[in-house]
């Protein structure tokens, strides 16, 4: 079955502190890996995609991502985090073609501390 | 470019009486919608899937008759929620996807639903 795992509910990091996001799916073919982020009340930002070629992915907001086939996952990471970074950030994974809805991992909460 | 809208983006309704959502996507045509209901502090769940011109397919639990979905145009997909209770209370966000085999999803900015 198909599914994205996201491990960590709740993240407190400090701020300039490095971030590291895990996310780890099960999929039947290759996927494509997505990470979201959502402020409280707010929409989806797309942060960044992978769909082939290079697995280091950079973003906006200075966020990146390391597509690991080996070890399924697709982890987001930055190098500096900002207070502004507080938000939930949303992995997921798409099948190949058009017609298929995102699978959603549960969220992980951050809390960025002074 | 890839903009959807959503509309309204925040409604009151009393219970038993049917709000209608509206996605659309401003820029390109989106031969695929999705509508994810959201809990607070929870993931999106995903609802229903419609392709313009077609019935939506529905998840598993979403009742159908309940949750009313129009894909009229390649730019316009609605969400009807018909005779709503306190639970429908809820977090709505629609995405639209112009196909092709990346199936890149662009997502609205939500709906929040209260049902007094």
């Known amino acids: 079955a198909q599914s994205v795992t996201q491990p960590d509910i709740h993240i407190t990091v400090s701020e300039g502190a490095s971030l590291e996001l895990r996310c780890n799916y099960s999929?039947?073919?290759?996927?494509?890996l997505f990470w979201y982020v959502q402020s409280p009340g707010q929409g989806l930002q797309l942060l960044l995609k992978y769909f082939s070629g290079d697995t280091l992915v950079q973003g906006i907001k200075g966020f990146e991502a390391e597509f690991k086939r080996s070890q399924s996952s697709f982890n987001l990471r930055k190098p500096s985090v900002h207070w502004s970074d507080a938000a939930e950030y949303f992995c997921?994974?798409?099948?190949?073609?058009?017609?298929?809805?995102?699978?959603f991992g549960k969220g992980t909460s951050l809390l960025v501390t002074p | 470019g890839a903009v959807v809208s959503q509309h309204p983006s925040r409604v009151i309704c009393k219970s038993g009486t049917s709000v209608k959502i509206e996605c659309r996507s401003l820029d390109f045509q989106a031969t695929t919608m999705f509508w994810y209901r959201q809990f607070p502090k929870q993931s999106l769940m995903l609802m229903a899937t419609?392709?313009?011109?077609?019935?939506?397919?529905?998840e598993q639990g979403v009742e159908k008759d309940k949750f009313l979905i129009n894909h009229a145009s390649l730019t316009l997909s609605t969400l009807t929620v018909t005779s709503a209770h306190p639970e429908d209370s809820s977090f709505y966000i629609c995405s639209a996807s112009p196909g092709g085999d990346y199936n890149e999803q662009f997502f609205g900015p939500g709906t929040r639903l209260t049902v007094l």
């Open positions: 997921a994974v798409g099948a190949r073609g058009s017609g298929y809805a995102l699978n």
């Open positions: 419609s392709n313009e011109g077609s019935k939506a397919t529905y």
């Open positions: 999929y039947g073919a290759t996927p494509y």
